[in-house]
């Protein structure tokens, strides 16, 4: 597998390249050559900031696809007219919340840009990093907001095997037939970048707002790895993070519940203990 590597020009402190890994895409997906030269990101010979795969040469082409599937007509569940959009962007603003690591971009005009927005309103250097495993709506997401201190990762969190199997899903209902096993796939074609991002970057908060049936094998890598000072969580009560809330409230964990609400979804941001 190869990976895409591009250098954002700014003022921020951190030399790390933002790294995106190419998957094989079938080919009626590819833009022509002409129609390649907008959409793709300039692709230079930095190496990544951990050795994931020593024999992935650089990548030394460019590779695009098509963006076939149109953005959702609003910004999603989560804007800063809600009251999770508002907390996210507050928390985003805090002196001690400089780096955050975002999973599950979608289209980006949800969480992505309320976080994003706190960001950039409240230093030069702030910094977010954002995972989403398809490629459409990370093709979209990159260059709609291009402008905000935002380093857009296309690829998966955690390895395949870390999916929840059928018989852990109580319902296979219409999201599970729609997107379980479309997902299994992407993932086997991608890289799980949760562990390697947890090594070389100190995030200060990380939301976990991604797929259905990964947010627990996310949240052990985060709490065992990434240990930042803040956790949140969207969708609360839902298979994505029900195990999670559940061994939280047991007790025994470093987190500690700071605020929660309910928009079309419940969330909750937790503190670490000091």
Known sequence: MFYHLRSFSSSLSSSTPTIFPSS????NQHLSEKACIPYCPKVSSIMAPVDL??????VQECKCY???DTPPGNDGQVTMKTTFGKALYNLAKQEDVRTVLEIGTWFGGGSTQCIAQGLQESGSDKLLYTIELYEPAWQYARK??????????LGGTVPTEKYLKPD???????HFRLYYQRDIELSKKSVPWLHPLCL???FDAVLIDGNEYTGWAEYETIDAECKPKYLMLHDVGTLKTEKIEKTI????????????????ARWQIYKRKQ
């Open 200 to 202: 070389a970057i100190q």
């Open 144 to 153: 709609k907001f291009a402008h905000l201190p935002v380093r857009f990762i």
């Open 249 to 264: 409230k047991a007790g025994g964990t470093v987190w500690q519940l700071m605020s929660e609400g309910k928009d079309g």
């Open 53 to 58: 795969k020593a024999s992935c040469p650089p």
């Open 168 to 174: 852990e899903i109580p319902n296979h209902d219409e």
């Open 24 to 27: 094989s895409i079938s080919s």
């Open 66 to 68: 098509s963006i076939s």
